[in-house]
């Protein structure tokens, strides 16, 4: 049996740096990055996986700069919306199945509980709208495919919520956190470490595997918290000599170009009825993120 061909695309960001080492073993990784595959160049997405020829394409690459795209929604539905569709139209001529990454902000935040998969979507930012138009195109395109909704990635690597808090608070001896919203932070490791499970599972079952798996899945961490709980506990478990006050104000203090959820929690259910794979609570998997630092 010939080995798998694997293309991970954007593998600077958060998730693909991690995912180019839990995918190893699974096959033959051809990683890539920006400067030779740009999800806003749709000629370059095709003439990559043209060359590539992969059996599965994992994409966790994205216009992440939430509030940025409320003022450059072209490029964030080229990247977020259309070049998905673009990887899902290849996929299918090549027979290769997709694994793509989307978001909560499909949701608007006001249901009481846990969103679960089939929940009415109603995006309430350009973000959340490019997100979800990746979705469709992907699901619309008939290729097999996996799409893994997550929320507030954070790690070692990138941009995100943890090196910012622990950048500021080395920096002010107070902090106002945003206590109104509620989600569950999922470390980038747990993303890639879950999806290479799932990955190793296809391995051993025949080509229909995809096909009767295909579909959307929720890939959170367990539990949740607040903006602010999430801060307290990062310095908490920091190593930071003067620790900063962490203040709860509402989110209408902090105002932002995008509007984000109120509720971002979702139910891991589905996931684990169909892959039996579990997530770590959030708590948890910050304390081992926080040890690797």
């Known amino acids: 049996m010939s080995e798998r061909t694997i293309l991970l695309t954007g593998v600077n960001g958060q998730v693909g740096f991690e995912l180019a080492r ?10 890539v990055d920006r400067s030779r595959l740009d999800l806003g160049n ?3 997405v095709r003439q990559v996986v043209h060359e590539v020829k992969p059996s599965l394409i994992v994409n966790p690459a994205a216009y992440t700069a939430v509030d940025k795209a409320e003022s450059d929604a072209d490029a964030a539905m080229r990247i977020n919306g259309e070049a998905p569709g673009v ?4 996929a299918k001529r090549l027979n290769a199945a997709l694994i793509h990454y989307s978001t909560d902000y499909v949701f608007d935040g006001t249901k009481e509980g846990a969103y679960v998969e089939d929940d009415a979507v109603n995006p309430q930012n350009v973000y959340g709208k490019s997100k ?3 979705e469709q195109a992907i699901a619309e395109s008939g290729c097999d495919h996996l799409i893994f909704r ?3 990635v954070y790690g070692g690597h990138g941009k995100n919520f943890l090196l910012t808090m622990l950048r500021l608070g080395a920096e002010r001896d107070e902090l106002g956190v945003v206590a109104d919203q509620t989600g569950a932070p999922t470390w980038a490791n747990t993303i890639a470490t879950l999806t290479a499970h799932v ?7 025949d080509h229909d595997w995809w096909k009767k798996k295909s579909g959307v899945y929720h890939l959170t961490a367990s539990g949740s918290t607040s903006w602010h709980g999430f801060a307290q506990a990062i310095f908490e478990k920091s190593s930071l000599a003067k620790k900063p006050v962490v203040k709860p104000i509402p989110a209408s203090a902090y105002p932002t170009p995008a509007k984000r959820p109120a509720n971002s929690r979702m139910s891991q259910r589905k996931l684990f009825d169909t892959f039996g794979i579990e997530a770590p609570d959030w708590a948890d998997a910050l304390d081992l993120c926080m040890r690797g630092l």
């Open 22 to 31: 839990t995918l190893q073993g699974l096959g033959r990784v051809v990683a």
């Open 42 to 44: 749709l000629d370059q």
């Open 87 to 90: 990887l899902a139209e290849e």
């Open 132 to 134: 979800l138009a990746g």
């Open 150 to 152: 997550t929320s507030w």
């Open 199 to 205: 990955v190793s599972q296809s391995m051993s079952a």
